[in-house]
């Protein structure tokens, strides 16, 4: 895992980011942190591969809760769309403030050579929305791995979108 943002880079090879005392990501107001995963969107790939109009939420309404925990997961204040100028994501980032978090994580996909995929939360966070910025430090998790049928138990080796990693130039 590759963490960037706010000037701050990890090693590529470590599992997480230091926060701690004296740590980089201290340094520069990171106290905690929530992970910002982007699949919660509509996108060209999750059309393809998945089919039209598939997101996370596809998968999360697919599975078997407790009556409770389904009620929460099509609450509003839950649930989300975020094809609106970055609304979402500043809303995201102020409730994220008052429940003490001083940043988020996105989980952002490269697979080199210019080759990315779900970035409207990125587009967000760094555009702000309008340039009204989103309130909160922000900082990349790079998920180097290609995409893949086997979160879903297809173990054929279908690869999607393949990572390529190039020269260290295209890091």
């Not at 173990?155 to 190039?166: A, M």
Request: hydrophobic content about 40%.
């Amino acid at each position: 895992m590759l963490l960037l943002g706010m000037g701050v880079a990890s090693s590529p090879y470590s599992a997480s980011a230091d926060v701690g005392p004296g740590s980089a990501l201290a340094a520069c107001g990171v106290a905690s942190a929530a992970i910002y995963f982007p699949g919660f969107h509509r996108s060209v790939d999750n059309d393809r591969f998945w089919g039209r109009g598939w997101t996370e939420w596809t998968h999360l309404r697919s599975l078997e809760y407790d009556e409770l925990t389904q009620k929460a997961a099509r609450h509003p204040a839950v649930y989300y769309d975020i094809w609106d100028d970055g609304q979402t994501l500043r809303r995201q980032a102020s409730q994220a403030r008052e429940a003490g978090l001083s940043a988020f994580v996105f989980y952002h996909y490269w697979f080199g050579k210019g080759r990315t995929a779900l970035t409207r939360p990125l587009e967000d966070a760094i555009l702000g929305g309008n340039g009204s910025g989103i309130g909160i430090n922000f900082f990349f998790s790079w998920a180097n791995e290609p995409w893949n049928r086997r979160w879903n138990g297809r173990s054929d080796g279908e690869i999607l979108i393949p990572q390529i990693y190039g020269s260290q130039s295209e890091w």
